[in-house]
């Protein structure tokens, strides 16, 4: 990819061109390297094909959905978006169930879970017990310079081309316990999304 952008560089005398595409071309490869080497490395680990957390860090958990590598190697290409969807839905209640069961009572009392969110809405994160807290600038710039990667997987989720509104984004929090005392609805809720 980044030839191609050299050879266009130099057949429009655009020199600048490479410089402007090596991020583009990074933020798109890098779940292809950082996700298998931060699994293998027991940097990341996946409670579900599409939920992944870091490691736990003084009692708080960050939580990831799943990345553009995830996306590309577990959504089945036969199914339509609403399929996709659900199917995402569910491997992340499914995730955060595991993840809950992972932990006994008292570890899950000082444990708290954090993420950043463009798909999820307030509504439905209060549902599942989590509360909206103000998303840092650094969180902001992430999503932002990864925009072109998170643009393809949201595209390949709702099958179709379709534009993330990273300024609708949210972060939210959850005690471990929540999560656990949460736990029928969130069964309930996952085997209503195999239907």
């Known amino acids: 990819m980044f030839l ?3 050879v266009i560089a130099l057949i429009l005398e655009w020199y600048f061109l490479p410089l402007f595409a090596a991020p583009l071309i990074l933020s798109i490869l890098a779940p292809f ?18 939920f992944i957390t870091e490691k736990d860090k003084n009692g708080k958990i960050i939580i990831h959905g799943g990345t553009l590598f995830d996306y590309y190697y577990v959504i089945d290409r036969n199914w339509n978006g609403k399929q ?41 994160a209060e549902k599942l017990g989590f509360q909206k807290k103000r998303t840092n600038f650094l969180q902001q710039f992430i999503l932002t310079y990864n925009y072109f990667q998170i643009l393809l997987a949201n595209s390949i989720a709702k099958d179709k081309l379709s534009f993330p509104a990273i300024g609708k984004v949210n972060t939210y929090t959850v005690t471990l316990s929540a999560i656990k005392q949460n736990k029928n609805f969130l069964k309930q809720l996952a085997d209503k999304l195999e239907d």
């Open 33 to 50: 390297i950082d996700t298998p080497q931060g699994k293998k490395q027991d940097k990341l680990i996946y409670y579900s094909p599409l």
């Open 84 to 124: 996709r969807i659900r199917f995402i839905l569910k491997q992340y209640i499914l995730g955060l169930l595991n993840l809950s069961e992972s932990f006994n009572e008292n570890e899950a009392d000082e444990i708290t879970l954090e993420g950043t969110s463009y798909i999820l809405n307030e509504r439905t």
């Open 4 to 6: 191609g952008f050299v």
